[in-house]
């Protein structure tokens, strides 16, 4: 089975904080890159984060730089991405992705370089 599943979004006012969870179903994903993503009504989907297979190296947009920390735990087949100070631009669906290829060393930030994605978690920041 191939399978993502996204948990943790929720409504939240501005400057607050949130902690996004993706469990994957094979532990042959270990050997991927994982990102986040992110798609407002009427726009395109945007890359949020990344990190690469073993935990090591990560990647993330100017606009989460200092806000937004992504991580993994292979262990637990899960990769994470904790938010603060969001704000009302935050708001989107937010979507976890397996890279399309093994090992690589730089997670890749475009979505055409995923293979699997998940549902999506809603993430609504009011003001």
Do not use: H
């Amino acid at each position: 089975q191939v399978q993502l599943v996204e948990s943790g979004g929720g409504l939240v006012q501005a400057g607050g904080s949130l902690r996004l969870s993706c469990t994957y179903s094979s532990r042959a994903f270990d050997s991927f890159a994982m990102g986040w993503f992110r798609q407002a009504p009427g726009k395109e989907r945007d890359f949020v984060s990344a990190v690469n297979y073993n935990g090591q190296n990560t990647d993330s947009t100017d606009s989460v730089k200092g806000r937004f920390t992504i991580s993994r735990d292979n262990a637990k087949n899960t990769v994470y991405l904790q938010m603060s100070s969001l704000k009302p631009e935050d708001t989107a669906v937010y979507y976890c992705a397996v890279d399309s290829q093994p090992w690589r060393t730089r997670p890749p930030t475009r979505s055409s370089e995923y293979g699997y994605w998940g549902q999506g978690t809603q993430v609504t920041v009011s003001s």
